[in-house]
């Protein structure tokens, strides 16, 4: 007789036929445009360290100073032990950036997005879902126990369609989208979203873990870039791309905040943020509200890789058959592949020319693709290498 277990390895050897089988590989060192990975060091095009500020020594310092202060751990949850003003400090930051009138940090992005929705809704509401959205809105929206519909992804049309058959015999309706689409790269239409909620009576809750620090004139995100600050939505976002740090968090109406600390089990019932990621977030925020310039940079290299890939791996008189460069608003560009053998191969081989590219499969996107995030600390000489190696290994495949 087998054991209850015994399924276990026959799910394994599932996964491994259909080249979705993941496994752990260390980067050494610190972050940043070159890491060290495998004993040699390659060019960084996998990390979502948008400004290059994971490895800033202002973010450290932050961190060693509150460790001194504060110690290692928060030892409990925010409402019993875990309180530090370095996190009212924190939240009053994010509301700032945002021009919300609070904000609540989380000690994942994960855990923001579970505790939020599960605690908006409920059984008797409804959630219309982009189904391009990240595993933590999905998981949210499933935990709610509310009517979950998901819509075409970006599809205002079909979103009006859902809403028009469906709103009318709900309680309430959230609206559910990421900001920037972390798979693909493009970002939501949030000004037709906003109508639409306006007309059905709905809210509208945005995840801009991809766009916070990198988007807007300011760089607040995806509702900074289309001129929707103020508007009513619940903002939603991540300490740990852009801003270098670890955490999710919050933004929106007094109301909602205060809703929040008494009904979102995720904070409730989880030990606050570190001391040394809380500060380093709050420095991150300092940086980008002092240094555009690292947004302005970040852009000119994702102008220029677009440019190259287009003229010489996607479109030039040399490019290979069957590879497609996704449309991007975002540092994330993504090139389709026609299956996942030949994603995990071309990262391995790309791998052997110096530059540490993903290869994204199903089901974490519906189609195999290479996954190219850009820095503002690559430099240019960096980009050209990335275009030279994957037109090469394209070409041999």
């Known amino acids: 007789m087998g054991t209850p277990y015994a399924w276990l390895e026959k799910a394994l050897a599932t996964i491994h036929r259909a080249d979705w089988y993941r496994s752990l590989r260390p980067i ?11 004993g040699r060091a390659v060019i960084n095009f996998a990390s979502n360290d948008y400004l290059g500020l994971a490895a800033d020594p202002r973010l450290a310092a932050a961190a060693i100073a509150a460790i001194h202060d504060y110690g290692t751990g928060s030892t409990g949850s925010r409402l019993l032990s875990g309180h530090r003003p370095l996190h009212r400090q924190l939240e009053a930051a994010i509301a700032t950036l945002k021009q919300t009138d609070d904000a609540l940090v989380f000690s994942s992005g994960y855990l923001a997005n579970l505790g939020t929705i599960t605690a908006l809704v409920g059984q008797r509401d409804l959630i219309m879902a982009d189904q391009y959205n990240h595993s933590s809105l999905k998981q949210g929206a499933r935990l709610s126990g509310a009517t979950v519909i998901d819509y075409g992804h970006n599809d205002t049309a079909a979103l009006q369609h859902h809403l028009n058959h469906h709103r009318q015999h709900h309680r309430r309706c959230l609206i559910l989208t990421d900001s920037v689409f972390s798979m693909d790269g493009d970002i939501c239409p949030l000004p037709a979203l906003l109508d639409l909620a306006a007309t059905y009576d709905s809210m509208v809750m945005i995840d801009e873990a991809h766009g916070t620090g990198v988007l807007g004139p300011r760089g607040a995100g995806v509702v900074d870039h289309f001129g929707c600050t103020g508007a009513p939505l619940i903002q939603m976002g991540t300490l740990s791309k852009a801003l270098g740090s670890l955490g999710g968090y919050v933004a929106g109406s ?129 980009l050209e290498h990335l275009v030279q190696a994957l037109s090469h290994c394209w070409l041999q495949h």
């Open 28 to 38: 050494e060192g610190k972050p940043g445009p070159v890491v060290q990975r495998d």
């Open 254 to 382: 007094a109301s909602l905040i205060d809703f929040l600390r008494n009904r979102a089990a995720s904070w409730i019932y989880t030990t606050g943020l570190t001391p040394a990621d809380t500060a380093a977030a709050l420095a991150a925020l300092d940086i980008v509200a002092a240094e555009p310039e690292r947004r302005q940079q970040l852009w000119r290299n994702v102008d220029y890789l677009k440019q190259r890939l287009g003229q010489q791996v996607v479109d030039g008189p040399e490019a290979g058959v069957g590879m497609q460069l996704l449309p991007s608003d975002s540092p994330i560009l993504c090139l389709t592949v026609p299956d996942a053998a030949t994603a995990v191969a071309l990262a391995a081989e790309l791998q052997t020319h110096g530059c540490y590219v993903s290869a994204v499969r199903p089901p974490t996107a519906p189609t195999s693709r290479l996954r190219l995030t850009v820095m503002a600390s690559h430099a240019l000489p960096q």
